[in-house]
């Protein structure tokens, strides 16, 4: 009589292994699956369903099927998997914003960073060490990608401080002015650092074209005859 033992991946539908015998009937094959079973696990598998329950086989013609499926882990910063560059440095990001205040002078007399934190979470696929997308029954449906949560919605408008007889001229980049303020700003974790500089010039000067021109005054002075 014939005996055999399928191994079975449900999430693909392959098989993985297929082991057959032949001898008397009814005589021990002295065979079991756990050994078998044990190797697939160390490999990130998980065991659905073994007929055999572990026990030695004998030669009965009967085809016993084994069913695996593929262990599934959260991967965040605490749980990373740094074999397969998701380790904690990879689900970890920061983006900042950076203004610097130039005074008329040309000299750098304050600035104020800020940053948005990014945490990148997913779920692991132990056998294909790939990135997966499960269900709510932790079945797995798909490919998956990281899911990147920002500790804060975006980073405030901030008012530029006051300087003795200087007054804010120019913002640059301009899409970041609000009027002479820098305005609030959101990132995306894939965002890159923003510097900002904010210039001021004397309270007599204006800016033009980035330069800065005094201004004149012309004051005409008329008798009170006309």
């Known amino acids: 009589k014939n005996l055999t033992v399928d191994y079975v991946d449900d999430v693909n539908g392959t098989t993985l292994q297929a082991d057959h015998f032949a001898g008397n009937e009814g005589e021990s094959a002295n065979y079991n699956t756990t050994s078998t079973i044990q190797n ?3 490999r990130g598998y998980q065991l659905v369903n073994d007929p055999t329950k572990g026990q030695n086989l ?5 085809t016993y099927t084994i069913h695996f499926t593929h262990t599934v882990v959260p991967v965040t910063p605490n749980q990373p998997q740094p ?6 440095e990879n689900l970890l990001r920061k983006v900042t914003r950076t203004i610097n205040y130039i005074n008329a002078d040309g000299k750098l007399v304050g600035n104020k960073t800020d940053a948005m934190n990014f945490v990148g979470t997913g779920y692991f696929d132990k056998v294909t060490h790939q990135l997966v997308s ?3 029954d932790g079945k797995i449906t798909g490919i998956g990608h990281l899911d990147w949560v920002p500790d804060k919605e975006s980073l405030p408008a ?3 401080p006051a300087i003795d007889g200087e007054h804010v001229a120019l913002i640059t980049p301009a899409d970041q002015a609000d009027g002479t303020n820098v305005k609030g700003v959101t ?6 650092d923003l510097m900002v500089d904010v210039y001021y010039v004397k309270d007599n000067m204006v800016a033009k074209n980035a330069q800065t021109v005094n201004i004149k005054q ?6 009170a005859a006309g």
């Open 218 to 223: 012309t004051v005409h002075f008329i008798d």
């Open 187 to 192: 990132f995306d974790y894939n965002s890159g």
């Open 134 to 136: 499960v269900n709510k």
């Open 158 to 160: 901030v008012t530029s």
């Open 40 to 42: 697939y696990e160390n």
């Open 83 to 88: 074999d397969y560059n998701y380790g904690r």
């Open 58 to 62: 004998k030669y009965d013609g009967q």
